[in-house]
């Protein structure tokens, strides 16, 4: 009975600020909406006309499209942070490594904008990139290239928390048992292989889940470097609220990205398990 007191401002706070609001959402989901009205219309009852409409093609594939980048966008950030976190941890001195990981922290706190517009100049028309984009055959005007600089947006994004997600678990690994595998004469990237990979697993994993979470709930990267070609799921959230007043479809939207987002996030931990 004492440990529920303990818990019970904590739970409190849980169900005010998270549960409740995510309940009204659920609830106003089922509400009746009628063109030309703000919001839902009273006292007509409940309906699940505002889910059966997601279920077209146009809705199918901004889902898909918001998911496979935000795939792409989790596997590309972890797979440089990992090396990254390697090398503050183990391979610089103390002074240089203080420095990097505040230079990452002072990254995770850099407004998204500065962020969306170095990208934008990065590859834009004077950006340094643009001629290995051109001469990889990239179009600069082509849905490709959009939707490439939108996902080096979302890295840009996500890299910095993916590092600091993975420096603690490599600070943790024992040397030890990297030096005795290398004095059995296994090759450096056998030992990274078959012991580093292992042992930080689970750091990998959550590492991917943030950045994945980071991604598909991007909203300003989309909207600006998607050049409205390129949308997420947030962004058509967003429209349903802000332009149309569709209260209950966006509403819908919201819970529909949640439970994707819910049953992607348990596979993956599922899987790692």
Not at 29 to 51: C, H, K, Q, W
Not at 81 to 90: F, G, L, N
Not at 160 to 173: F, M
Request: glycine residues 8%; proline residues 6%.
């Amino acid at each position: 009975m004492g440990a529920l007191w303990l818990i019970l401002p904590g739970l409190t706070l849980i169900c005010a600020g998270f549960a409740a609001p995510l309940a009204l959402l659920a609830r106003q989901s089922l509400d009746v909406f009628v063109p030309g009205r703000i919001g839902a219309v009273e006292g007509m009852g409940l309906t699940g006309e505002n889910y059966r409409q997601l279920l077209t093609p146009a809705f199918l594939g901004l889902v898909w499209q918001t998911l496979w980048l935000g795939i792409a966008t989790a596997t590309v950030a972890t797979a440089i942070a990992m090396p990254m976190a390697w090398a503050i941890v183990r391979r610089l001195s103390p002074r240089l490594r203080s420095l990097m990981l505040g230079l990452t922290f002072a990254l995770v706190f850099l407004s998204v904008l500065v962020k969306i517009y170095a990208i934008s100049m990065t590859f834009g028309a004077v950006g340094p990139f643009r001629p290995v984009l051109l001469a990889l055959g990239i179009n600069p005007n082509g849905r490709g290239y959009i939707e490439f600089v939108v996902a080096a947006g979302l890295v840009h994004a996500a890299l910095p928390v993916a590092v600091l997600s993975l420096v603690g678990a490599v600070q943790n690994l024992d040397p030890r048992l990297l030096d005795a595998a290398g004095c059995l004469g296994a090759p450096r990237w056998r030992v990274h292989l078959d012991i580093t990979l292992p042992m930080v697993r689970p750091a990998l994993v959550s590492a991917w889940l943030i950045a994945l979470t980071y991604a598909i709930s991007a909203f300003v990267i989309p909207l600006v470097l998607g050049r409205g070609r390129v949308n997420f799921v947030s962004n058509m959230i967003y429209t349903r609220f802000s332009e149309i007043a569709n209260y209950p479809s966006g509403a819908a939207i919201s819970v529909v990205m949640l439970a994707l987002s819910l049953i992607t996030i348990l596979l993956v931990a599922r899987a790692a398990r």
